[in-house]
T-cell receptor, first 116, second 115 residues
């Protein structure tokens, strides 16, 4: 099976702009989670989508949003970018807790966002 | 609340010597625990998982971890380090919220392997 793919791999944006990141999960996985990784804060949970519904959300401002499509692909959007949004954004997919035991998450390579 | 503490931010070993990366967890219920590895400029790869079956868990690339409830620990070990093991390692506990789960990450341990 193909792994989790994320596009683009690298992005450079200016403060105040908005950005959209894309994630394609492993075939058959219905849950997609997003994480932000920074040197200062480490890995932090952003949100999780399952069957097009956001089921869980971390402690991030409303500028961070996401959605999931019927084919389980997911996008996350960050509006009004700030310098502190510079990070590696990781997407992870899984079958979801509903499936029983197979809830380990598989990560994509990430999108490196730099805000200048 | 669920949390994990990785006791060492940096560990350096010589190639061929044992590796020990320490992790303590805090959980209000029987936890699921994972170790992930991240090589430079790469995503996270699942090394192994504990889900209340055997307390000694074997993973990929010769790594294993032992769940010790009395010590609330889940240390990662490998008998003999290889140069390719140099990476950052994350201990992770799951946080259940209704029908969803999220991963709570430790701060990471950077493993250096000297030739």
């Amino acid at each position: 099976k193909a792994g989790v793919t994320q596009t683009p791999r690298y992005l450079i944006k200016t403060r105040g702009q908005q950005v959209t990141l894309s994630c394609s999960p492993i075939s058959g996985h219905r849950s997609v989670s997003w994480y932000q990784q920074t040197p200062g804060q480490g890995l932090q949970f952003l949100f999780e989508y399952f069957s097009e519904t956001q089921r869980n959300k971390g402690n991030f401002p409303g500028r961070f949003s996401g959605r999931q499509f019927s084919n389980s692909r997911s996008e996350m959007n960050v509006s009004t970018l700030e310098l502190g949004d510079s990070a590696l954004y990781l997407c992870a997919s899984s079958y979801g807790l509903d499936s029983g035991s197979s809830y380990e998450q598989y990560f994509g390579p990430g999108t490196r966002l730099t805000v200048t | 609340a669920q949390s994990v503490t990785q006791l060492d931010s940096h560990v350096s070993v010589s190639e061929g010597t044992p590796v020990l990366l320490r992790c303590n967890y805090s959980s209000s219920y029987s936890p699921s625990l994972f170790w992930y590895v991240q090589h430079p400029n790469k995503g996270l790869q699942l090394l192994l998982k504990y889900t209340s079956a055997a307390t000694l868990v074997k993973g990929i690339n010769g790594f294993e971890a032992e769940f010790k409830k009395s010590e609330t620990s889940f240390h990662l070990t490998k008998p003999s380090a290889h140069m390719s093991d140099a990476a950052e390692y994350f201990c992770v506990v799951t946080d259940y919220g209704g029908a969803t789960i999220k991963l709570i990450f430790g701060t990471g341990t950077l493993l250096a392997v000297q030739p």
